[in-house]
């Protein structure tokens, strides 16, 4: 049977459950529709559970294109972009032509998120486009076929992971499907040279918009304020916006003078250089560069809020607490009403005065906008929060949350969640954490694998790693999230700080054959739960593997197939250096030490010496031993030797002896070689 609940369609709350056998196609197809097009999460969570009967049964055919390309957007809308991502794959696999807006928004929100979201943005393009050249009649494929909206979405993508080889492959395609360029188009464009640290570039894409004809708009300028500001350059960005307030339409002029830099090689962060002519096919004025009178703004463009804001988050970001504040004044008195402060502008100076650590003074700002009409929004709360759990106010955090639901009617979400768990570790409140995570899905918001992790890192630093795999294996099981790097250090973390090695090995060893290669921090981990157990012998396994990673830059030709090349850090190298002192392996140490230089940290030698000191002075002068004994460990007293030479105390090199003194203790360890 069919069972109905509340009002009609029109009303925008019908919806229909279906119990024990299933409607026609048409009534099925308009069920979805509605439910997707309500964009609520109980609607959208009833749409998903009639996908889902409907695969089991094998009866997904009896969907019409329009309403899962509907389900597809109010999917990617709400967050699900995985879930939304594929259902625009099953109807490309069950021949199925999405409309171009549904796979389109999909592909937008996939190159927004994190993780392999941009990948998957292009990989899904990629679909679309390869399905539709299967089409002898380009006509049958019409409405599937890429806007400019849809281009841009990918192009996003390509520069948010950085890769100029594939953003200037789909930026050459669009002529081929008759897309015209627009401003976004080179807004992306602006994104891509932040991306690749290529500050010189960003005044040429301003240059070929006006040079093509593309009507300019502020976007633009919002794009070059934030990228000058990601570099930390906030004196162009003062000088951006301060030519925009004169008026002035030279500012291309402006930039070239203030940020041209001639590169020496199109080379990224990696070290991997560009093809020959990659950006000058990019940018067709790059050569040109310097040759030409830089051309003019068509108008004045008005720097409005969100300009102002931008360069309010640079000054924040570099702790210049007087100067956010100063603008938010100065952007209170201007003339245009479209650069007075909004929400977005005070919640900055709220973040910029809790990050200097004044509660009561963002607290005050937070009072001034509801006395003036600029309702917080959720995100002023959560940045509150944040700033009363990390003072360990955990208490004053618990009712801001109650001031949210009662006062304001802003419920908490994930990031809320998220931000009280992290309190309650902090006051080492695993119970707090498990309750507030238990609150967070009981009231049906979606963990993130950031709510995981976090709760196992409460777990594991109150000393329960049982209960840390048990959240790891939920974070498995739960399809909306993607285990990270992160969450599987945290699950060899909580062993280690137990000195429980072997259980520490074998999530390493399945973190491995789930495609993941520990890093810093899982050696680092390893290396404390081997110092915290007392085995040295795991410690020279460690650094033989440590010391195979730190090698692989030299090999040619290994990619997926072989490991990242490791950078150690001192924390890491320090520890071990420390164990293999104590053990006596002084040879493994020296190399360690070595490895330390080579990377420019210095090894701690007033520690060293200490260790050597206390645990090893008496080492090899037994006027008792064997011959066959002294043969043994001649080897062991070279390599003693020649720490000790390093140490600066007094050794066979130096041809004099030496004796275990308070003030040879405390004279020997600041000496350096």
């Excluded at 080492?619 to 080897?635: L, N, P």
Aim: with cysteine; hydrophobic share 40%.
């Amino acid at each position: 049977m069919i069972e109905f609940s509340a009002s009609g369609y029109r009303g925008g709350s019908s919806w229909v459950m279906v119990a024990n056998h299933l409607p026609s196609p048409t009534c099925l197809s308009r069920l979805v529709a509605q439910l997707s097009y309500q964009n609520k999460p109980d609607s959208l969570s009833r749409a998903q559970s009639i996908i889902s009967r409907l695969r089991h049964e094998r009866q997904l055919h009896r969907l019409d294109a329009n309403c899962l390309g509907l389900l597809a957007v109010s999917a990617a809308k709400s967050g699900h972009t995985h879930y939304a991502n594929s259902i625009i794959k099953s109807m490309l696999r069950s021949n199925y032509l999405p409309h171009v807006k549904a796979w389109s928004a999909v592909v937008c929100r996939l190159a927004a998120s994190g993780d392999d979201g941009p990948l998957e943005a292009i990989k899904l393009f990629n679909s679309v486009l390869k399905r539709i050249r299967r089409f002898a009649d380009p006509t049958i494929a019409a409405n599937l076929r890429p806007d400019t909206a849809a281009f841009n979405g990918v192009l996003n993508a390509c520069a948010n992971i950085g890769d100029v080889r594939k953003f200037l492959q789909v930026f050459e395609e669009m002529p081929q499907w008759n897309v015209e360029l627009d401003v976004l188009t080179y807004n992306v464009m602006i994104k891509l040279c932040a991306r690749i640290d290529r500050k010189d570039l960003l005044v040429c894409v301003l240059e070929l918009i006006l040079n093509q004809g593309i009507d300019l708009c502020v976007t633009t300028f919002h794009s070059l304020v934030a990228a000058y500001v990601g570099f930390g350059d906030l004196a162009a960005a003062e000088q951006l916006v301060q030519a925009m307030r004169e008026g002035r339409r030279d500012i291309c002029k402006i930039l070239r003078e203030a940020n041209f830099v001639e590169p020496d090689e199109d080379e990224d962060e990696d070290g991997n250089v560009y093809e020959e002519g990659l950006l000058e096919k990019l940018l067709p004025n790059l050569k040109e560069q310097g040759n030409y009178d830089p051309p003019l703004l068509p108008k004045a463009y008005p720097p409005d809020s969100r300009i102002y804001t931008t360069l309010m988050k640079g000054y924040m970001k570099a702790g210049r607490v007087t100067d956010t504040v100063r603008m938010l004044e100065a952007m209170k008195h201007q003339h245009d009403i479209t650069s007075h402060p909004d929400h977005v502008s005070y919640t900055t100076v709220i973040s910029a005065l809790l990050k200097a650590g004044s509660m009561d003074k963002a607290r005050q700002v937070l009072a001034e906008m509801t006395r003036i009409g600029v309702p917080a929004n959720r995100v002023t709360y959560n940045i509150l929060l944040k700033g009363y759990c990390k003072q360990l106010q955990i208490e004053k955090a618990k009712e801001l949350v109650r001031e949210m639901a009662e006062n304001v009617g802003i419920s908490p979400d994930v990031v809320s969640y998220n931000t009280l768990i992290d309190g309650c570790i902090l006051v080492d409140d695993s119970a707090g954490a498990l309750s507030y995570f238990n609150e967070m899905r009981a009231r049906g918001i979606t963990p993130t694998k950031i709510s995981y992790t976090t709760l196992m890192k409460a777990f594991a630093l109150s000393g329960q790693p049982k209960l840390a795999n048990k959240v790891f294996d939920e974070m498995l099981k739960d399809p909306r999230v993607k285990v990270d790097q992160v969450a599987w250090n945290m699950l060899v973390e909580g062993y280690c700080r137990l000195g429980l090695v072997e259980e520490a090995k074998k999530v390493v060893q399945t973190m491995r054959e789930h495609g993941f290669y520990p890093d810093v921090a899982t050696y680092g981990s390893l290396a404390n739960g081997i110092a915290l157990a007392r085995k040295p012998g795991e410690a020279l396994l460690l650094w033989n593997e440590i010391k195979e990673r730190c090698r692989t830059e030299d090999k040619k030709g290994s990619h997926s197939l072989s490991p990242p090349t490791l950078k150690p850090d001192e924390g890491l190298l320090d520890t071990l250096a420390d164990v293999c002192i104590r053990a006596a392996f002084f040879r493994k140490a020296l190399e360690i030490v070595a490895c330390m230089e080579e990377n420019g940290i210095s090894p701690n030698k007033t520690k060293f010496s200490r260790i050597y000191v206390e645990m090893h002075s008496r080492m090899f002068t037994s006027k008792h031993a064997s011959k066959a004994r002294q043969d043994r460990r001649k080897e062991r007293k070279r390599a003693a030797e020649a720490f000790k030479f390093w140490l600066g105390l007094p050794n066979s090199y130096y041809g004099s002896e030496w004796r275990l003194e308070s003030s040879d203790v405390d004279d020997s360890g600041s000496d350096s070689v």
